[in-house]
C-alpha cells in the first residue's frame, strides 16, 4: 500500500499517522495554527476555507517530480471562486493526499489568509486562529504536537504520475524558482 509520508524503521518505512492534534504557535510579529488529521486533510481545508471572503489563489508547489516538470511554484493565474478551489481541490484529493512530491497552499486574496498543506501531511493556517481551533475542537482535535518523525520519508507513488501531468495542465499557471521558505511553511 502506497503513502505520503512515513517514519523510517529498522524494517522500512511505514506510513505515519500523527492524530488529530493542533499546536497554536504565537509570535510578537504573527501566529498560526499547526494541525494534522488522518482523515481527508483538503476536505477540512476546504471547510475552513469556505469561510473566508474570497476570491482565493492556489498555489501548488511541486517540491521533486517523476517526470521531469520544473520543481518549482505553480500561481493560479488569476483568483477564483470557492466552488473553483473547492473543484480544482476534490480533482486531486487523492494525488494531494497520498504522494509526498508537493505541497499545496489556498490563499483568501482579500484578507491574506492561507492554509498550507505540506509534504509532511501537516497544515498551517495564518488568519483568524480563533476560528481554527473552535472548528478543530468541535471536531475532537486535541492540542498537542505534531513532531515529524526523524528520521522520514516522503514518497512519490508512480500511480500519481498521470495526476502530475493532470495538474500541470489544470491551469496556465504562473511559474516561479524554488524558495527557501517552501521547505519549511
Known sequence: MSYKFGALE????IEHRYGNLYRHEVYPE?????????DHPIRLMLEIAKNWDGPYGILY?????????????YQSPSPCSFDDLELFAYTFQEFLEGDGRHHLWFIDVSTGRQL???????????GNDDQVMSLLETKGFTPGDPDIPVPHEHCYNREFDKCEDEIMEYFEWLEFPLQEEHDDP
Open 10 to 13: 529498522e524494517n522500512g518505512g
Open 30 to 38: 504573527w501566529s498560526r495554527v499547526t494541525f494534522t488529521t488522518d
Open 61 to 73: 508547489v511541486l517540491k521533486v517530480s517523476r517526470l521531469g516538470n520544473n520543481s518549482a511554484r
Open 116 to 126: 498550507i498543506y505540506d509534504n509532511h501531511n501537516l497544515i498551517y493556517s495564518y
